[in-house]
């Protein structure tokens, strides 16, 4: 099935860890997009990529890191530079970045640091 | 960037049409209104998007204003499946057409 992935879907690290998560999708989709969602929050765009070898910081890009190396595959990393890494993460894709398309999302990891 | 409005939250009987409105006033010409909503512990679903004309899909409409400074989503019968947080999106092509979320309307939907 189509689809995008994310892995694992629950991580627990110890403080001062760097954590690296999965998202790989099969859609075939240009864009893709990493969010954090805090509880009781809306989601925040932490980095995105349009195209291959190419992405931008989104609104709390700080203590993240990511690599666009093939399309259908866009992981994130926690660096220990991240103050509160514990929160929800979710991985989306779109065909392309026109606005007119629709947005495909993982079904998340959720990351605990103690 | 543009930013939505939204009510925090709001309540419907099951079977009853739902109205979720949207305001969205600094909505430049080549914004898309997307909605989107989320259960529980899960990755947000697509269910509707826009420019400047209403839209019918099969999950639910959308309804433009004239200025396009504020949107409906209407569900037509609300089911107990539809209890979940709402978000009226805005896409921009200077924010690289990520989606920016705000904090959504939360949807109670009682038998």
């Known amino acids: 099935d189509g689809g995008i992935t994310q892995s694992p879907k629950y991580l627990f690290r110890k403080e001062g860890q760097n954590v690296t998560l999965s998202c790989e999708q099969n859609l075939n989709h240009d864009a893709m997009y990493w969010y954090r969602q805090d509880p009781g929050q809306g989601l925040r765009l932490i980095y995105y990529s349009q195209i291959v070898n190419d992405f931008q910081k989104g609104d709390i890009a700080e203590g993240y890191s990511v690599s666009r190396e093939k399309k259908e595959s866009f992981p994130l990393t926690v660096t220990s530079a991240q103050k509160n890494p514990t929160a929800f993460y979710l991985c989306?894709?779109?065909?392309?970045?026109?606005?007119?398309?629709?947005?495909?999302f993982g079904q998340g990891t959720r990351l605990t640091v103690v | 960037d543009a930013k939505t409005t939204q009510p925090n939250s709001m309540e419907s009987n099951e079977e009853e049409p739902v109205h979720l409105p949207c305001n969205h006033s600094t909505i430049s010409g080549t914004d898309y209104i997307h909605w989107y909503r989320q259960l529980p512990s899960q990755g947000p679903e697509y269910v509707i998007h826009?420019?400047?004309s209403n839209v019918n899909n099969r999950m639910a409409s959308l309804a433009i204003a004239e200025d396009r400074k504020s949107s409906t989503l209407i569900l037509h019968r609300a089911t107990l499946r539809d209890a979940a947080v709402y978000y009226c999106?805005?896409?921009?092509?200077?924010?690289?057409?990520?989606?920016?979320f705000g904090k959504g309307t939360s949807l109670l939907v009682t038998p």
């Open positions: 999106i805005l896409i921009a092509r200077n924010s690289g057409y990520a989606l920016n």
């Open positions: 989306a894709s779109s065909n392309r970045p026109t606005g007119g398309t629709e947005a495909f």
């Open positions: 826009g420019l400047t």
